[in-house]
């Protein structure tokens, strides 16, 4: 995994990217409304061998029509289009059985809006100035179902929506977060520290296993689709860990 494409350790999953010629080929649909940003992109994953774009799309409502159609496996979602935009796009997408994986895409590194998908499910985002070979790592990860958003963007995307709901907020999410048990909890708030599986384990003495077993457990009870959404609440209900890494 390159830097510039930061994911959340997530070693649930088997790590790294997928082998051109070793794997079945990721199926993407771009939605973008500017057509430059859409034959760039295409022209960038055509460089993978795994990778197939199957459709492309200028607004949100034609993006979940093609998805409908094509079934791909991950969707390149712009959030600013005319009509549909691409949060409601990702809501909607994210809510069907099977669902895609959506990357968001943007110019902003801190954008308030990204949270609202990432609270839909949506496995992260990247910046449109992605170079190619990370672009093709991303989509790769997104497709195994590993986030690629960096712990440190999530605190910052929180720091932007502080407003007159956030007691509201805070107090619902720990509301949330009491179906877990002491031990899944414990977990949950090492999930929002941003560290890894095998960090958690060495933290509090605990087999690997066993922690992937609360991790799945976590996302179970609290009906989450990653880690992110886990870090998301966490952090929401101000649980974060006082020595989290910076």
Known sequence: MTHPVPAMPDDDVPAGARPAGHSPVIDVLIA????VVRFGLKMMLSSAADLRVVAEASDGAEAVELARRHHPDVVLMDIRMPGTDGLTATETLRSRTPAPQVMVLTTFDADAHVLRALRAGAAGFLLKDTPPDELV?????AAQGRPVLS???????????AGSDQDTRQVAARRRLEVLADRERTVAVEVGAGRSNAEIAARHHLGLTTVKTHVSAILAKLDLNNRVQVALLVQEAGLEHPDAPE
């Open 32 to 35: 973008d409304d500017d057509p």
């Open 151 to 161: 712990p440190e963007v999530t605190r910052r995307l929180i720091a932007r929506v």
């Open 137 to 141: 790592v991303a989509i790769r990860h």
